[in-house]
């Protein structure tokens, strides 16, 4: 029998079928530690910002950067890394992501100035862009049938922790180092996740870590560089508008570039492959109605998804008066359910599949209709701020349904030797969702802001978040359908 590696061997029986590896409970632990470390580390920045600001005096675009530079290499380097873990081994890549983003970690938080916590914060977004399509090419090939929807389901509870845990403790620890010593731990906590992670991975990963490519022949050419810098191009191109371009409204001449650069992109994997050459990604993989309509439904639901916690914590903190800790605590409740029927969806996708899709979507229009309506109450003086809480459970519990059985159902038919590039695609879209979502609602509730209260203000982010996850329900329920 077969043993499974982490570059992706599958364990098989004689007679071709599936034989799962014992080792694979102990790699999902060290995966999901990892990314649960990657994603409390976005939750925590943003809860620290004012107090990096104080601490380094950093500019209004010094402190945008502490985000964007994070968000831009991480989107770019995601399909690339992805398809290097699949030609490469998942395991070794995976573990150098850690190293990368521990060490980088360290350097941000002993940044002396703003341009070295910047140039740490493109470093970690490199490493969690090694991390992340790893994690869902390794759950691809280690799992199967419910297995493989129970592991998705650990994944979304350890992504509903991060999200309640992330702000609670970065309050808490800006709390008790003060302005200038509590900024640097919400960076620094991450050391201890990622030395255990890397402990682990080296115990528990099968060999080989890394398969060598070959030294002539094709070896370079299986990582399609050609590909992987004009994808990489043009992901930029298309990102960095919205990230950037309220200050410089000339980047949006970027967009068109990137378009080019995708058409490029696309011309070049075909050509690549009618060469006789393994291309970056298998194109036949957009003809899978549940992968392209999965990516649709990704890609529109995080249009919205991030921006509610956004908004919420604004308008907490600059509308009301409440402390960052205070702001911490009103995603804590709907993060923990979400986190929980993350876990009960994994386990039932083989039995409700896109029903449960279709229902969160739905759930999470409630949760945003009843959260305008406490905002609008509350401007009244007829309900307290603290009612958003229970309105955003809803959100919380809808998250849950939604993004584990989505992630099962739009990998369940792609060709393993693809999951890590497969995976990142559908990342990478999730990241110029959150991207362009981020730059309209902004734009729209500052817009609004200039004019009326906050109250209006958030009510009209609400009102076009909704809009993002009704083109999410539609997708959906048309794959229902069919």
Not at 2 to 26: E, I, M, Y
Not at 81 to 102: K, N, P, S, W
Not at 421 to 432: H, L, V
Request: hydrophobic share 55%.
């Amino acid at each position: 029998m077969d043993k499974l590696d982490t570059n992706g061997t599958n364990s098989a029986t004689p007679q071709g079928g599936f034989a799962p590896d014992p080792v694979r409970w102990r790699v999902l632990f060290v995966l999901l530690v990892t990314i649960f470390m990657t994603l409390i580390s976005v939750s925590i920045v943003n809860v620290a910002l004012p107090a990096v600001g104080h601490g380094l005096g950093a500019t209004q675009s010094d402190l945008q950067w502490v985000l964007s530079g994070y968000a831009l290499t991480f989107g770019v380097v995601l399909v690339a890394a992805g398809r290097a873990g699949d030609i490469m081994g998942r395991g070794g890549l995976f573990l150098i992501g850690v190293a990368i983003f521990t060490i980088s970690s360290i350097a941000a938080g002993m940044a002396p100035d703003a341009t070295w916590l910047n140039i740490a914060r493109f470093v970690q977004g490199i490493g969690s862009g090694l991390v992340n399509p790893q994690g869902l090419g390794m759950i691809q090939h280690y799992f199967r049938g419910e297995e493989r929807g129970r592991a998705f389901g650990y994944l979304g509870t350890a992504i509903g922790f991060s999200v309640a845990i992330g702000p609670v403790l970065g309050g808490l620890l800006i709390e008790l180092g003060g302005p200038d010593i509590g900024w640097r731990l919400t960076f620094l906590v991450n050391v201890p996740i990622g030395v255990i992670a890397i402990i682990f991975g080296l115990m528990w990963f099968p060999r080989p870590l890394i398969r060598r490519l070959p030294g002539v022949g094709t070896g370079l050419r299986s990582l399609d560089p050609v590909g992987a810098v004009l994808l990489g191009l043009a992901v930029l191109a298309i990102l960095f508008p919205f990230v950037e371009a309220r200050d410089t409204p000339a980047l949006w001449s970027l967009l068109p570039a990137g378009l080019l650069l995708l058409w490029l992109w696309l011309v070049w994997e075909k050509r690549y492959l009618r060469l006789g050459h393994s291309p970056m990604v298998d194109l036949e993989i957009f003809k899978l109605h549940s992968y392209t309509r999965g990516i649709s439904i990704m890609s529109f639901y995080f249009m919205g998804l991030p921006g509610i916690w956004v908004l919420v914590a604004l308008y907490v903190q600059e509308g009301d008066g409440r402390t960052a800790l205070e702001a911490g605590f009103f995603g804590a409740p709907a993060a923990l359910l979400g986190a929980y029927t993350a876990h009960w969806a994994g386990s039932r996708v083989a039995r409700y599949g896109h029903k449960m899709i279709v229902f969160g979507l739905c759930l999470t229009l409630i949760g945003l209709a009843l959260s305008m309506i406490v905002v609008i109450l509350h401007e009244a003086g007829h309900l307290d701020v603290w009612w958003l809480m229970a309105s955003l459970c809803a959100v919380g519990v809808a998250q849950g349904l939604v993004i584990s059985p989505n992630q099962t159902l739009t990998l369940e038919e792609v060709p393993l030797d693809y999951a890590g590039s497969s995976g990142a695609i559908m990342q990478t879209g999730q990241r110029i969702g959150t991207a362009i979502g981020f730059a309209l609602i902004t734009a729209a509730t500052f817009a609004t802001l200039a004019m009326t209260s906050w109250a209006v203000a958030v009510t009209v982010g609400f009102g076009l978040i909704s809009l993002m996850v009704l083109a999410s329900l539609l997708v959906a329920a048309r794959d229902l359908r069919t």
